[in-house]
């Protein structure tokens, strides 16, 4: 039986390695390693698509190196320009401590916290003087900085580019010097910074970090990265039945990449049960990412309730209840649109109206294609999109 060595398990959906043969040699020698990934919480929650790297430190974990994780509580102020067209807005300093601590909250879905080395850059960056800026920046000239693709192309789109945004590689560079990274996780797009902690150790007379840079995942509009903004997103935190479902969505295209960045699945398995059985190599991938937040049992309920309702078209049991509000009825009637504003199945009265002329509602099994006035009656079922959300309607007497 053939054995997958630790580099083959970590190099597994890497994008690039610098240096293979750093990390390969560094592994030979039996050390544990100090493998860094370092988060800005600047939102609250976090998706499938923050799991791909988070799922690599994970690795490490479980080849019996120190993970370690910085809370990028000083960084945040600053902004990230990664993959930005503009300036970040700031973010405040008591948004930042209320998402790290939901941060670490959902990273332990993925991660042993309990043996992660958690550090915030505050620890090091906010006593810094000024002098200590100067000294740290007189490192790095300003011809590397303006190299970076991101302050290129905003320059040559005479989009504005801060100074502040140009400390941010060294700043997070210098993060890899205080805690003596050997390896430094990050996705793609985080390329220049990694290598900048790289260089910054050089300078600092120590061993410059491997850099393992992952793939940045698709979202579930097969266009766009992963994001919670764009609403093409899975979180962490979404119920199976969501999971699952929201999965079920993607382009067969993606299905390869999903299989590969989220799930331990053989690569060369699900590459033929793709080929060969599209739909089954979907469901099983939708379970896969189910059990791995929730359990393989939760999973598997979900898989069945999106067979029932999905498939053979049955109304699920546990169907939300709404009350139409008595100050919406007018006679007896209400916009159809404007309801399903109210159930929460549009965004506005146009988006409501657009999903019923493209078909995407029903009414007690019965589709309907008119959003104009409608008379509910307590105990009806409304079913939309293709998500199949449901609720049954109740009128107040």
Aim: charged share 25%.
């Amino acid at each position: 039986m053939s054995t997958v060595s630790p580099l083959e398990t970590l190099a597994r959906g890497a994008v690039e390695i610098l240096s293979r043969e750093e990390l390969e040699n560094a592994l030979k020698r039996g050390k544990p390693l100090r493998v860094k990934l370092g988060v800005d919480p600047t939102s609250p929650d976090i998706h499938l698509g923050h799991t791909v790297v988070l799922q690599k430190m994970r690795q490490f974990q479980d080849l019996g190196h120190q993970a370690v994780l910085i809370i990028g509580d000083f960084t945040a102020l600053i902004g990230d320009p990664s993959g930005k067209n503009a300036t970040r807005p700031p973010v405040s300093e008591a948004d930042v401590e209320v998402n790290a601590k939901t941060y670490l909250e959902q990273i332990g879905k993925v991660v042993d916290v309990s043996k992660l080395e958690i550090r915030r850059n505050s620890e090091w960056l906010s006593p810094l003087r000024l002098k200590d800026i100067l000294s740290l920046a007189s490192k790095v000239t300003v011809a590397r900085l303006l190299e970076r693709d991101d302050f290129q192309k905003r320059l040559k789109a005479n989009t504005p580019v801060s100074f502040h945004e140009l400390l941010y590689p060294i700043m997070q560079g210098y993060d890899s010097v205080m805690v003596k990274a050997d390896v430094e996780l990050g996705g793609i797009d985080q390329t220049f910074n990694l290598v900048m902690g790289r260089n910054l150790q050089r300078e600092f007379a120590q061993t410059p970090q491997v850099c393992l840079m992952t793939p940045i995942l698709t979202g579930l509009d097969g266009a766009h990265k992963m994001s919670k903004s764009l609403g093409n997103h899975i979180g962490v935190h979404d119920p199976p039945d969501t999971m699952f479902g929201r999965a079920m969505s993607i382009q067969d295209a993606m299905m390869l990449d999903w299989f590969t960045l989220l799930t331990s699945a053989p690569v060369e398995e699900a590459k033929a049960q793709i080929s060969g059985a599209p739909r089954d190599a979907k469901l099983r991938l939708a379970e896969l990412i189910a059990a791995r937040f929730h359990g393989a049992e939760a999973a598997r309920a979900a898989r069945e309730r999106w067979d029932r309702v999905v498939v053979k078209k049955e109304t699920p049991e546990d169907i939300l209840e709404f009350v139409v509000p008595a100050a919406e009825l007018k006679d007896g009637n209400i916009g159809l649109a404007r309801l399903l504003v109210l159930v929460g199945f549009a965004t506005s009265n146009s988006d409501g109206r657009r999903l019923i002329e493209q078909g995407g509602l029903t009414v007690d099994g019965q589709r309907i294609s008119d959003p104009g006035p409608f008379v509910p009656r307590s105990g009806q079922v409304l079913r939309a999109g293709k998500k199949n959300r449901f609720v049954r309607l109740k009128i107040q007497a």
